[in-house]
């Protein structure tokens, strides 16, 4: 079944960043569709990826670009620590490895093999488990960690240390990493040793790099929750497919809260 949508905006727009812009697809998966001769607007092919749409053209999707754009796949992983998210080294054991039938809950047509180019869409260090996220899925992997993206992500974290008023104070707003400010957190204390964080960005080892700079450990780090998206039982390694609702709460930017 194809796919169509009249452009309302006031100005010309390119055509693969409109596209981007109505969810159906990212501006690579735009730019590929058009490459494949499967966009038109008003009946007439766009062979040209600056090509713009005007006020009150049609944009149209062959089926054969809208069957590959809904063979998009994302799976949910509860990712064990001592397993890269991915782009292992030498003895690694990269998050992809995991997804086989025996481990698989649920029901699923597809189980991924080396031909699938599956990333992860927010990693999560090697020593670190939890929610993790690998997608073929422009659109999804724009909206969990795009520039602009905001979702929170949930951890819950173990920690060596004393937590401190002072140290609970910076980590909720205060901190810098890598020469830039970190956005605001929710930081709760939820037990002697332990944290729950809510974060709205994912700098590289954010959590444990926060915690060293206010004087403490981080022994253990759990993600459980992404958006709306919950790790929920899921057993630690085995894996899921992602559902269409999951799908669209994420893309829509919907918290746990909404």
């Known amino acids: 079944m194809s796919w169509s ?25 735009a730019e590929a569709l058009i490459a494949e001769g499967l966009v038109s607007i008003d009946g007439e092919t766009v062979g040209d990826v600056g090509r713009k749409i005007l006020p009150g053209q049609t944009l ?6 809208k ?11 509860n990712k064990p620590p001592g397993i ?38 927010g990693r ?19 909206a969990l960690i795009g ?18 008023d002072w140290a609970l104070e910076k980590l909720r707003h205060g901190l ?19 944290l729950r964080f809510v974060l709205q960005e994912g700098r590289n080892r954010q959590i444990r790099r926060m915690c060293e700079a206010v004087g403490l450990y981080v022994v253990d780090l759990l993600r459980i929750r992404i958006g709306s ?7 630690e390694g085995k894996w899921r497919v992602m559902t269409s609702a999951e799908r669209a709460g994420l893309i829509a930017g919907k918290s746990s809260l909404d």
């Open 67 to 77: 069957s590959q754009l809904d063979s998009r796949f994302t799976v949910i992983i």
């Open 229 to 235: 998206l919950h790790l929920g039982d899921l057993p």
């Open 147 to 164: 520039p602009q993206s905001g979702i929170e992500k949930e951890y819950l974290v173990a920690i060596e240390g004393i937590i401190t």
């Open 84 to 121: 890269v998210s991915a782009h292992p080294e030498p003895g690694q054991v990269p998050a992809i490895r995991l997804l086989t039938r025996e481990a698989l809950v649920g029901g699923s047509d597809i189980i991924p093999d080396d031909t699938m180019s599956l990333a992860p869409v």
């Open 124 to 142: 999560l260090d090697m020593e670190s488990r939890g929610l993790l996220v690998l997608s073929d899925d422009g659109v999804l992997a724009k």
């Open 5 to 29: 949508k009249t452009y309302t905006g006031d100005e010309p727009v390119r055509v693969n960043k409109w596209m981007g812009q109505t969810g159906v697809c990212s501006r690579r998966e």
């Open 176 to 194: 810098v990493l890598d020469g830039r400010e970190l956005k605001p957190a929710i930081v709760d204390v939820i037990g002697r040793y332990r």
């Open 60 to 65: 149209s999707i062959a089926e054969a670009g």
